[in-house]
């Protein structure tokens, strides 16, 4: 098999989607029988409870400092395609662990080498913040998929998120591309949203995904409930949007 397509889901803001897109897609890409691994990258586990994954016996911090083979923390999910590496709030440790240790930026990219023939697409979900876990995420991946949600301070903390990847690009991994920005939580009806829309589409207009994800209750009901959207109400207006986001990326994206 081919290399993986490996993304990861990154901003340093908390609350703007990552872990619901990660989710989603990664859900909806193995459910058209892609092999798919989602890698729970954030302590807080969000995406290994949104998957439905409540009790781990391993988790991705072993794989990261090298205490065990990543191969060896995969878990199945309810859908077959669908693997995870997940997390929990062990991984805080880590983020200081990974600080003396010489190779700390490339513990993800060593552990992730062995699988990359075994996945098609390999997703990791990122903690809120550009540290150690984020640097890992960011050194083993080939695109950063960028969730934005469209208030005030958005503009600031993307320029600085740009100038991050592109120091990553210059450093560690000078394959490294933008997969996207993904416009999130997006309402129609409030006037700031419009704004701060309008502007990112001025300013980094080659790099919005041409799909917007709606602010939708569902989703948010989903993830309390351990469910990605597309399998908790798939005929909700945020189901529908990210199953075009998949189709987009599956069909018209040019990797
Ligand atoms: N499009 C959306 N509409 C409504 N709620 C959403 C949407 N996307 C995410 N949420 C909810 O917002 C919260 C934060 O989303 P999450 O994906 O966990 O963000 P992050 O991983 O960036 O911290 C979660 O409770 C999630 O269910
Ligand atoms: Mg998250």
Redesign the pocket.
Known sequence: MKKSKIIC?M?Q???????????NLATAFAAVEHKVLLIDL?P?G??TT?VGIFHLKHTVYEALMHLRPLQDVIIKTFLPCLKLVGSNNELAGAEIELVPLLDREKHLLSAIEALKTKYQYIFI??P?SLGLLTLNALVACDFVLI?LQCEFYALDGLSRLLANVQTIRQTFNPDLKILGILL???DGRCLLNQQVAQNVREYFKHLILPVE????????????HGKPIIFYDRKSL?AL?YLELTHYLLTIYSW
Do not use: F, H, L, W
């Not at 803001?13 to 989710?23: E, N, Q, R, S």
């Open positions: 889901v901003n803001k908390g609350g703007v989607g990552k872990t619901t897109t990660a989710v954030d807080q969000n995406a949104g979900d990122c809120p969730p999130t939580m997006y994800i709606p602010r939708n209750i569902k989703i948010a009901e989903a993830s309390s945020g949007r």
